[in-house]
C-alpha cells in the first residue's frame, strides 16, 4: 500500500501545505467509515468547501503525531483546490479498496505525518519585505526563523550556515571584477586550503555565530601569513571575539564587525538611501544567496522565499 501511497502522492501533487493538510485530515476521518467513500458527504451545505478541514482540527491531529509546527492556519479550508484534492484522495482510497489492497489506516496517516515532516524540512525560510521595517528587523526575522529550525532539527547548524552566505551573497553584490570563491558550510577552511571562509585579496574573512579561541589563533596564523583577519559574527560574539583577542595580544591587529552592520551598511550605501533602490538590492541579495545555495549545498530548505504581498 505504501507503494501506491508514494505514486499517488507524486502523480497528483501531493507535495505542499495545502494536499498535505487535506490528506492528513481526511484520513483521520474516514478510519470509521466503510467503503466505498462517497466524496458528496464530504462537501459542505453549499458545496463550495470541505467539511471538516479546518486549522485548530489540522494542528490537533498533527500534535498528536509530534509535529508542534503550523503546516496551514486555515488547514486548507479555504483553498480552492482542496475540493478536486478530496475527490482524488477519495477515488484513490477507491480504486485501492476495490483491487484489494488492505487498507491499514495507521499506516495511511504514518505515510503522511511523514510527508509532512518531509515538507518541514524542506520549506524554505521566509523574507518579508516589509517597507516599515528597518533592514535590521528583516534579516533579524530570517536569522531567528533560522535559530528556530535549530531547534527542532538537532545537529544541522542552520544559523552558521545562513550567515557564511548571506556574507557570501553580500560579496557578491560588491565584487566588482573580484572573484568571489565560495564553498559549502561542511567543508574546513584548512581542508580547503583556505586561510578563511573568504580569502578576497589580502583579507581572511571568518564567518562565525560565536568565536572561539580556535578562530583567534586561526586569525593569528593569518597575521602571521602577513593577512588581515576580519571577523563577521554576531552581536554578542562581538564582545567575545574581543575578550579573546585582548589575551593573545591581537586585538588591535584585527576587525571584528557585526553581523547585521556588514549586511545592513551594505544595502544602505548601494541604494544611496532610497527606499525603492533599497528594496531591489534585498531582493538581489537574496537572489545571489540562493543561487549560493543551488551551488554548494544539498538540502533546498536553506533557501529564502520572498514572501508574497511584499
Request: charged share 25%.
Amino acid at each position: 500500500m505504501k507503494e501506491l501511497l508514494e505514486e499517488f502522492y507524486k502523480n497528483n501533487n501531493f507535495n505542499t501545505k495545502g494536499p498535505l493538510s487535506v490528506a492528513v485530515q481526511l484520513t483521520k476521518a474516514f478510519k470509521n467509515l466503510d467503503f466505498p467513500l462517497k466524496a458528496e458527504d464530504f462537501l459542505t451545505e453549499r458545496g463550495g468547501q470541505v467539511k471538516g478541514l479546518g486549522g485548530p482540527n489540522l494542528k490537533k491531529i498533527l500534535k498528536e503525531q509530534g509535529i508542534e509546527r503550523i503546516l496551514a492556519s486555515e488547514g486548507a479550508r479555504t483553498s480552492r483546490g482542496s475540493i478536486e484534492n478530496m475527490r482524488a484522495y477519495i477515488a484513490f482510497l477507491n480504486a485501492a479498496h476495490e483491487s484489494g489492497n488492505k487498507i491499514n489506516w495507521e499506516e495511511i496517516e504514518a505515510f503522511w505525518v511523514e510527508k509532512v515532516q518531509n515538507y518541514f524540512d524542506a520549506a524554505p525560510f521566509s523574507l518579508n519585505l516589509d517597507a516599515s521595517q528597518s533592514i535590521k528587523s528583516i534579516i533579524q526575522n530570517l536569522t531567528t526563523q533560522a535559530i528556530e529550525r535549530q531547534r527542532q532539527v538537532v545537529g544541522v547548524k542552520y544559523l552558521g550556515i545562513m550567515l557564511q552566505h548571506l556574507v557570501g551573497a553580500k560579496l557578491e553584490l560588491i565584487k566588482g571584477d573580484e572573484t568571489v570563491i565560495h564553498n559549502c558550510s561542511s567543508n574546513n577552511d584548512q581542508d580547503a586550503g583556505r586561510t578563511g571562509d573568504f580569502d578576497i585579496g589580502e583579507v581572511s574573512i571568518h564567518v562565525t555565530t560565536r568565536p572561539t579561541e580556535n578562530l583567534m589563533l586561526k586569525c593569528r596564523e593569518n597575521l602571521n601569513a602577513n593577512r588581515k583577519p576580519l571577523i563577521v559574527t554576531l552581536e554578542s560574539g562581538v564582545l567575545i571575539a574581543e575578550g579573546i583577542a585582548e589575551d593573545l595580544n591581537i586585538k588591535d591587529r584585527i576587525d571584528i564587525i557585526d553581523f547585521y552592520q556588514f549586511i545592513v551598511s551594505n544595502i544602505h550605501e548601494r541604494s544611496w538611501f532610497d527606499r525603492n533602490s533599497r528594496q531591489a538590492h534585498i531582493e538581489k541579495l537574496i537572489e545571489n544567496y540562493n543561487s549560493i545555495i543551488d551551488k554548494y549545498e544539498t538540502d533546498p530548505s536553506l533557501k529564502i522565499e520572498i514572501a508574497s504581498g511584499k
